[in-house]
Every structure is written in structure tokens, then in C-alpha cells.
């Protein structure tokens, strides 16, 4: 059974930012990568077409497919790089509240791809952060 993760992307302030950002936190392969304190334990369903879902600005926003994980020590203290596609996929953005860390989240609860979900809305890129988020709660995005 396939897991998901989610985690929020603290400091960015949008998928085209996230992209900018991932292009400095690379792997050797080339693929952009998170670091996680702790490695995840259902590391299978993970890697059996799981995702990293990102949490941009208290909505569900991006995806990414976990390709591996790289379990290394950093200054004596254990980490976990998370590597990943380097294929965003968006997908229907969904409130979520803060948390620390990340979380799992099972296939079932996991927002669908905007090609996938039910005619989904357009957001123009050029629209504010403000005006898209101000959509969202009046239910029109």
C-alpha cells in the first residue's frame, strides 16, 4: 500500500519560489532533495510510488515522488535526505494547518492532481498570493 508524505515549506512563498529554491539542494544524481531529522519508518510504502506533498502558505500545493531515501550522519547526528523527482506536479490546493516536522499521509486523504481533479479552476500565475487566498476562503478557488 502506497504512503504519502506531507511537510510544509517553511519560507517559501510559492511553487514557482520552491522551484527556485530546489535548484540549490541537489543530490550527486542531479534530482533536488529534502533533509529530515528523522528517516521515515514505513520506508516500503514510501518508495512504492509515494510523494512528498508541499504545504505552501497553509494550503497543500505541490507534489513530488519520493525516488529514494539516503540515511547519512551529520555532526555525529542521524539525518535523512529525501530524494525526489524533479517533476512538480500540482495538485488542488487544500487547507492544511501548521505542524512541525512532517507527517504521513495515506493515498486515500491525499489532495488529486489539478490534470485529475474535478475542473479544478485556472490560477493565473500573475494573480497575488493575497487575492488567490482570499478566493480560496470564499470557496471560488
Known sequence: ???HIIKLAVGIEDVAHLLKVQTTL???SGNPRCRTRNAPRQAEEL???GSLYWVIGGYIMVRQKVLALHERKRDGKPECLIELSPDHVLVEPT???AFQGWRYLKADDAPPDI???RKAPFVDPKMTKEMQKELRKLGLL
Do not use: D
Open 1 to 3: 500500500m502506497t504512503i
Open 26 to 28: 541537489r543530490l550527486a
Open 47 to 49: 518508495l512504492a510510488g
Open 95 to 97: 487547507h492544511r494547518r
Open 115 to 117: 490534470a485529475k481533479a
